[in-house]
């Protein structure tokens, strides 16, 4: 089948890799150049040179140009794989038996954006990778493959990122050589069941240090690289957070939220939280003193 291939991320470089070696028939590639949007974007244009597969970049998927480019190629499947925009009805009705999208969380809950942040800050232990039938809304089409992934302790953005691509890239396999029995045994997603996660913003990356200890650490190890970084402000001054440990202790009951406990070095520190109380491993450097308060 000839498949025309959208993305432009980490995972979409994963993906892309798994199609040629499968020596699945690439007719086309729809990527960017570069984007101040993804902070995990992946200039795969250079993996298709290397690999001899036409391509091109473009800002806006549903352009007049990138619609015509893909209907030159007689398209059986579009893979969007990667794509922070939503497909319009034209460009969805080209390809000859669907498109097939791909969100790392368990729909039909948690459809929307930024799934792996929400599901660590939020602190669940379980995820899913889902392939399935695009429409025109978001995260709703028909799924066709769905594996469970567990969020353990020690996982942080970049290992549970991963954790679910391992998966993600065998179900692709799966569904791309067994299209028509994928297709004929989806599953219809329960629109009247799930939910959907909104756009975070800089507000939501704020570490208050009135949180519990487990608040801080999930929102830090959920913002820490390849994302931009959970963060603090001090005197007027942002500070980035990538990696902190709890503390878990009574040993300071009396000892007010934000309240330098200990500073032994300009990036680590330990600060009392809400109940219990973190180190600081990995952050922007700062000069502090014990007793010091941030907030």
Same mark, same amino acid.
């Given at each position: 089948?000839?498949?025309?291939?959208?993305?432009?991320?980490?995972?979409?470089?994963?993906?892309?890799?798994?199609?040629?070696?499968?020596?699945?028939?690439?007719? /086309?590639? =729809?990527?960017?150049?570069?984007?101040?949007?993804?902070?995990?974007?992946?200039?795969?244009?250079?993996?298709?040179?290397?690999?001899?597969?036409?391509?091109?970049?473009?800002?806006?998927?549903?352009?007049?140009?990138?619609?015509?480019?893909?209907?030159?190629?007689?398209?059986?499947?579009?893979?969007?794989?990667?794509?922070?925009?939503?497909?319009?009805?034209?460009?969805?009705?080209?390809?000859?038996?669907?498109?097939?999208?791909?969100?790392?969380?368990?729909?039909?809950?948690?459809?929307?954006?930024?799934?792996?942040?929400?599901?660590?800050?939020? /602190?669940?232990?379980?995820?899913?990778?889902?392939?399935?039938? !695009?429409?025109?809304?978001?995260?709703?089409?028909?799924?066709?493959?769905?594996?469970?992934?567990?969020?353990?302790?020690?996982?942080?953005?970049?290992?549970?990122?991963?954790?679910?691509?391992?998966?993600?890239?065998?179900?692709?396999?799966? =569904?791309?050589?067994?299209?028509?029995?994928?297709?004929?045994?989806?599953?219809?997603?329960?629109?009247?069941?799930?939910?959907?996660?909104?756009?975070?913003?800089?507000?939501?990356?704020?570490?208050?240090?009135?949180?519990?200890?487990?608040?801080?650490?999930?929102?830090?190890?959920?913002?820490?690289?390849?994302?931009?970084?959970?963060?603090?402000?001090?005197?007027?001054?942002?500070?980035?957070?990538?990696? =902190?440990?709890?503390?878990?202790?009574?040993?300071?009951?009396?000892?007010?939220?934000?309240? =330098?406990?200990?500073?032994?070095?300009?990036?680590?520190? !330990?600060?009392?939280?809400?109940?219990?109380?973190?180190?600081?491993?990995?952050?922007?450097?700062?000069?502090?003193?014990?007793?010091?308060?941030?907030?």
């Amino acid at each position: 089948m000839k498949i025309v291939f959208i993305g432009c991320v980490k995972s979409s470089e994963l993906f892309l890799n798994k199609l040629i070696e499968i020596e699945a028939d690439i007719v /086309g590639v =729809v990527t960017k150049s570069k984007s101040d949007f993804n902070s995990d974007f992946s200039d795969i244009g250079g993996l298709c040179r290397k690999n001899n597969i036409d391509f091109i970049f473009c800002d806006n998927v549903n352009d007049r140009e990138v619609k015509d480019y893909i209907r030159n190629k007689n398209v059986d499947i579009i893979l969007c794989l990667g794509w922070s925009q939503i497909l319009d009805a034209e460009l969805l009705s080209i390809p000859k038996y669907g498109s097939v999208g791909f969100h790392p969380a368990e729909l039909p809950y948690n459809r929307g954006r930024h799934p792996l942040v929400w599901a660590l800050a939020l /602190g669940l232990e379980q995820t899913a990778s889902t392939l399935f039938l !695009m429409d025109e809304n978001a995260d709703t089409g028909n799924i066709l493959s769905q594996k469970y992934v567990n969020i353990d302790y020690e996982d942080d953005a970049y290992s549970l990122y991963m954790k679910i691509m391992k998966e993600a890239v065998i179900q692709l396999e799966m =569904v791309i050589t067994n299209f028509e029995t994928a297709v004929n045994n989806s599953i219809k997603q329960k629109n009247d069941i799930g939910n959907s996660w909104r756009k975070r913003n800089s507000k939501d990356g704020e570490i208050d240090w009135r949180m519990s200890s487990r608040g801080v650490y999930n929102l830090v190890r959920a913002l820490t690289h390849p994302y931009a970084g959970a963060h603090f402000i001090y005197e007027k001054k942002e500070y980035k957070v990538w990696k =902190v440990r709890e503390i878990l202790t009574n040993k300071y009951n009396n000892i007010e939220p934000g309240k =330098v406990i200990s500073f032994s070095h300009k990036n680590k520190f !330990m600060i009392k939280t809400g109940d219990n109380a973190v180190e600081v491993l990995d952050c922007d450097d700062i000069l502090l003193h014990e007793k010091d308060y941030l907030y």
